[in-house]
């Protein structure tokens, strides 16, 4: 592409994200650049961005690779003066030529082909997608077998692939089954929600993902959605709708301040000093602060600390927005990841365990704990493993 | 009237602005077509002298009884021709406007499209004029008594000037001392003099003035009536100090059971602590002590000897105050409310509130005062003077997440916090700015002389205060994050003190004042003057006027020329001693009224009474304001206006249509 190319297909994505007109209302007062996690790495903040944009300079900024030092925290667009949609519009539509200029991270390309091809970033077998179910000692119900349920659990693609963080999707399912919640799984028609396709400038990829899925889930008959990946949660509930869904969508935190009643009388004492990370996409953009601190001091003997950047300021894990594809590529950038920088504040606050209520938080950290050798002071749990690991003692 | 209608019409071109899209020949033909017509004339301008000679002529030769001018807007002429139909010896309100310019001439495209609604309009005119009925214009007599609410330095000022020209003021003041955010500065800029030896002299005028009626730890409650005649209703708070007994002298608050302050004085902006009995700083105006009933052992639980009446010699203490109300009556209004400042804590990634080094503007102004909680030095909290300290500006301004318009006068005053903190401590300062806004009379060379002193501006705005370090030079220090966007470059800068530049906001009962006097505010929710160049103290109530920074952020030297310039208005109108009311008032057909009192409840003024003997409603034309409310909700018809009869608008509306 030259150029003005370029700038055509740039400001024809841009147009259709809800308010990316204010761009043109940037005051270049950077409050962007120093609220993002890479900033103090990156040749172009969102700020340089847009000055580049306005200098028609747009192929000196994806040359800096710089539309790749994102992990989608929102921190600036939540701080924005001019509440411009940096994280929505700005950065992904840069993304976007950048696929379409063929050169983006080679990680990022191979999850980004094979959730194209497979359904899911991992180039797994769809087939396998419920494959966890066999490893749990309850029934799982399949929707297509159960008919009308009250709850369709959504495990998604980490969670159903990822080896680490299906024992989160069994500790949930297994909650769930205790508390006696009526729910069942798509099993091996679930596809990839496609938050994270979005965000890495995946557009066209993403309305088809999410128009195969909202006709999966017309098929069958359900109250509301489930889910703990807070990236699936994000899309169900603020992209789904602008295409027609229109289901409740509950996050998992939600779901078990929803039944803390029930969950208290089923706790035991804990001796931890539990502190709670306010994942990016629970947190600062869906406003969800209260629920999951509230579960976590129900359980007894549990010492609930808070670390010092929280709810709408806290620091992001790094893994959003395709960021837990961009590791290598973030590296020849940043000496220390958000994720290490996160886990050092959870230990300087005196905690023993960090819980996290988004799905990608648990392997982000837990290589961070690796990395800053914090392993044996620090243990990260999804806040069902920890509610579980209550009940069961 | 029993002489045969005979109308004037006038079609003025307003040079080329109505002549270059109006066919005027055709007008004038179309015109002498209509019934009831007897002259038709054009003009190049109607509204000059000659223009309006026209109209005068033709009543004195040609009988003309009632007059039509198609021109432009009424708001801009109509007055001017209702003169000159006076000046001729026609009731002025025998006469009707055709709008042709703004309504047509100028947003119509083709010129036969313009011309045809240009008929259309004359015609209306025309049909409504010839049912036009003679009208008096009322006079109403202007109580020559002043109410100021809010005694900042804009009340302060208003009241000053009008005492002086012989007026008599009540000045209203919700604390316990008059002074305002004024009262809490060291120093001003741009010339960096003394707030207190400016302030004070005027304070204690007021305090002297046998024209200025003082009421403080007071608020307005209601306001009734108009332009001329208001009846206002003050509620004082109980001080329970007798201010005519007490001669200021301490003893009480020496004395008091509390022998150390412990509460946070709202005053010193909760940084200087206060005892249940005080005065808010030496200088206040009066100078009478107030007692807390929230933190007094008395007050709250019955539990104290009431030390401070012991100790009162003149036996000013009197725990049995309860609220008192004042009456009076005055003729005109000036709103002088002042605003509040931005509360810090709703950014929380500035820490303020969580890091004790973290303080507003306000609180440093309070530590640079000699009379404040730190007797005039900048300290961190642990005692010790900050070696660096940051100021951030623009917090909560120029900021769609809380507002969105700048405050201005932050600017000035940062860098006036800069010169002062480098003055006392010898810190390096570091100003975080979008903008440096300093746009006054030798502000630019205030800005120069800072930076002169070796004031760093970094151009970002503050993304974030931090205690998390990540250097050695960062241990133990506030880490400011900005994005130095000249350098291009994110830095992180060590200090020991944060200030905050919070904003200006309006008033917390800015609404309640607003609806008590019927005042509009801008979206922002400033009152709102009556023209924003030509009017900038007056607002859309006649005879109340708006001054200082309850209309918009500004400094005091703008703040005391507004208040001036109210003041001024306000004499104006007391000159003139009565002003005319507009005719177009409601009046109740009685024979039509069904007694159903709809009225009465939409009435916004509350002109509108039950006679309980005829059992039918009575309009108070001294009340009414000619909004027409009454008239669209009577359901017999009964209600009317004046100038807007049913009969004139029915004219008025076939003659368009027809
Ligand atoms: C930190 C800071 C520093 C500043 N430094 C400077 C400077 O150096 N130089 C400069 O020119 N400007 C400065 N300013 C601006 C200055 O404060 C204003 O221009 C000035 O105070 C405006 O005066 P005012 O009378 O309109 O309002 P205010 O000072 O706010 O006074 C309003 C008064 O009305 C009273 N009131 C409010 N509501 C009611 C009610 N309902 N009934 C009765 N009374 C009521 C209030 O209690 C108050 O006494 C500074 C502002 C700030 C925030
Ligand atoms: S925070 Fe918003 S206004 Fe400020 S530089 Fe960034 S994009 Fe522009
Ligand atoms: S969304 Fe987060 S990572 Fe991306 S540019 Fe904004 S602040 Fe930086
Ligand atoms: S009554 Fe007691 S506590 Fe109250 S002000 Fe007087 S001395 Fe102080
Ligand atoms: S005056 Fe200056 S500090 Fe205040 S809001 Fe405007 S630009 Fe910001």
Redesign the interface.
């Known amino acids: 592409m030259d150029i003005s190319e370029m700038f055509e297909t740039y400001f024809e994505r841009l147009s259709e994200v809800a308010e990316s007109e204010k761009y043109k209302q940037c005051?270049?007062?950077?409050?962007?650049?120093?609220?993002?996690p890479y900033?103090?790495a990156s040749p172009f903040?969102p700020?340089?961005m847009i000055l580049a944009l306005r200098a028609k300079l747009i192929d000196e900024v994806l040359e800096s690779g710089a539309q790749w030092l994102c992990t989608s925290c929102y921190t600036c667009s939540y701080?924005c003066?001019?509440?411009i949609p940096l994280t929505d519009a700005i950065i992904p539509a840069l993304r976007e030529l950048s696929l379409l200029e063929g050169n983006p991270p080679e990680e990022l390309a191979a999850a980004l082909m094979n959730t194209a091809r497979y359904g899911n970033p991992f180039r797994e077998s769809p087939r396998k997608r419920d494959s966890w179910v066999k490893e749990v000692e309850f029934e799982v119900p399949l929707i297509s077998k159960k008919g009308d349920v009250d709850v369709l659990f959504i495990p998604e693609c980490f969670g159903a692939y990822h080896r680490r963080c299906r024992e989160i999707t069994k500790a949930l399912a297994e909650l769930m089954y205790l508390i006696g919640i009526d729910f069942a799984i798509l099993g091996n028609e679930e596809r990839c929600i496609g938050d994270l396709t979005r965000l890495s400038g995946e557009f066209g990829l993403f309305e088809d993902l999410m128009e195969k899925n909202i006709k999966t889930f017309e098929k069958y008959s359900f109250n509301r959605i489930v889910t703990h990946d807070a990236h699936a949660f994000n899309a169900l509930r603020r992209e789904y709708p602008k295409a027609g869904f229109e289901k409740d969508v509950l996050h998992h935190t939600q779901l078990l301040y929803e039944n803390l009643d029930k969950l208290k009388d089923m706790f035991n004492e804990l001796d931890y000093t539990v502190t709670y990370h306010d994942s990016c996409y629970v947190g600062r953009r869906n406003g969800i602060f209260e629920e999951p601190r509230e579960v976590i001091k129900a359980i007894p003997g549990v010492k609930f600390v808070e670390m010092?950047?929280t709810?709408?300021?806290a620091l992001c894990c790094g893994g959003g927005g395709g960021g837990v594809w961009l590791d290598s590529f973030i590296r020849n950038y940043l000496k220390e990841r958000p994720a290490e920088d996160r886990v050092k504040?959870a230990a300087?606050v005196g905690a023993n365990v960090i819980v996290t209520p988004c799905i990608l938080d648990v392997p982000m950290f837990e290589d961070a704990l690796k990395m800053t050798g914090l392993e044996g002071e620090l243990v990260v749990k999804d806040i069902s493993e920890l509610v579980l690991e209550a009940i069961k003692g | 009237m029993d002489e045969e209608t005979r109308i004037g019409v006038y079609i003025c071109h307003c040079g080329r602005n109505i002549a270059e899209k109006v066919r005027i020949d055709e007008l004038l033909d179309f015109a002498k077509t209509l019934p009831n017509v007897t002259v038709v004339r054009d003009y190049k301008y109607m509204c000059s002298d000659p223009g309006q000679k026209l109209i005068a002529e033709d009543v004195e030769e040609k009988g003309i009884n009632r007059v039509v001018v198609a021109a432009c807007s009424p708001t801009l002429h109509e007055n001017t021709f209702r003169n000159a139909c006076r000046r001729a010896g026609l009731n002025p309100f025998l006469f009707q406007m055709a709008n042709i310019r703004e309504l047509d001439a100028w947003v119509t495209e083709s010129v036969e499209d313009a011309t045809e609604k240009a008929k259309a309009f004359l015609r209306a005119a025309v049909n409504r004029v010839a049912l036009h009925e003679e009208l008096e214009v009322g006079k109403t007599k202007i109580n020559p008594n002043v109410l100021i609410v809010g005694g900042g330095i804009a009340g302060i000022s208003a009241a000053l000037v009008l005492a002086e020209a012989g007026v008599k003021v009540y000045l209203v003041e919700k604390e316990p001392t008059i002074g305002g955010n004024m009262a809490k500065f060291d120093k001003t800029f741009p010339t960096l003099d003394c707030a207190a030896c400016i302030l004070t002299p005027k304070m204690t005028a007021v305090k002297a003035h046998s024209n200025i009626e003082l009421l403080t730890y007071s608020e307005v409650e209601q306001v009734e009536g108009y332009v001329g005649n208001f009846r206002v209703r003050i509620k004082k708070k109980p001080r329970y100090v007798k201010e005519d007994l007490c001669i200021g002298c301490y003893e009480c608050v020496e004395d008091c059971l509390f022998a150390e302050p412990m509460f946070p004085s709202e005053f010193e902006m909760e940084i200087g602590k206060r005892k249940p009995i005080y005065i808010p700083f030496p200088q206040a105006v009066p100078l009478v002590p107030v007692i807390d009933p929230n933190t007094c052992m008395w007050l709250t639980a019955k539990k104290c000897p009431q030390y401070c009446r012991e100790a009162c010699e003149p036996d000013a203490i009197d725990f049995n105050m309860g609220e008192e109300y004042a009456d009076v009556e005055v003729g005109t209004i000036i709103v002088a409310t002042g605003y509040k400042p931005f509360d810090a804590a709703r950014i929380?990634?500035y820490g303020f509130g969580k890091y004790e080094n973290v303080y507003t503007s306000l609180q440093v102004e309070r530590m640079l005062n000699s009379t404040g909680p730190t007797g005039g030095e900048v300290l961190l909290a642990n005692g010790k003077k900050p070696e660096r300290v940051a100021i951030v500006h623009?917090v909560g301004s120029?900021?769609?997440?809380y507002n969105r318009y700048c405050s201005k006068v932050c600017c000035m005053y940062s860098i006036k916090l800069a010169r002062l903190i480098k003055e006392r401590t010898g810190a390096e300062v570091y100003n975080f700015y979008?903008d440096i806004r300093a746009a006054g009379k030798a502000y630019e060379e205030f800005y120069k002389k800072a930076m002169e002193e070796g004031v760093y501006f970094i151009?970002?705005?503050?993304?974030?205060v931090?205690?998390?370090a990540k250097s050695e030079e960062e241990k133990g220090k506030l880490v400011v994050?900005?994005?130095?966007?000249l350098l291009?470059r994110?830095r992180?800068i060590p200090v020991d003190m944060v200030v905050l530049s919070v904003g200006l906001e309006p008033q917390e009962d800015v609404d309640r004042i607003r609806n008590m006097l019927k005042l509009s505010c801008s979206a922002d929710g400033w009152l709102l003057e009556r023209h924003p160049k030509l009017a900038p103290v007056s607002t859309a109530a006649e005879g109340i006027f708006i001054a200082g920074c309850c209309q918009g952020p500004k400094d005091i030297p703008e703040t005391v020329a507004q208040a001036e310039a109210a003041a001024g208005e306000a004499l104006s109108l007391i000159e003139r001693g009565e002003i005319e009311l507009e005719p177009n008032i409601s009046f109740i057909r009685r024979e039509r009224c069904s007694g159903c009192r709809i009225c009465i409840g939409v009435c916004p003024y509350g002109a509108i009474s039950f006679d309980e003997e005829e059992k039918v409603a009575v309009i108070n034309p001294a009340l009414c304001r000619g909004c027409g409310t009454c008239v669209a909700a009577c359901p017999s018809k009964a209600a009317q206006q004046h100038l807007f009869m049913d009969e004139e608008i029915y004219a008025e509306i076939e003659g368009v249509l027809l």
């Open positions: 005051l270049q007062c950077g409050t962007c650049g120093g609220s993002c900033g103090i903040t700020r340089k701080r003066p001019s509440q010092k950047r709810r709408e300021n504040e300087s | 929380p990634q623009c120029r900021d769609e997440n979008i151009r970002g705005k503050v993304a974030e931090t205690d998390i994050v900005a994005e130095d966007t291009g994110v992180r």
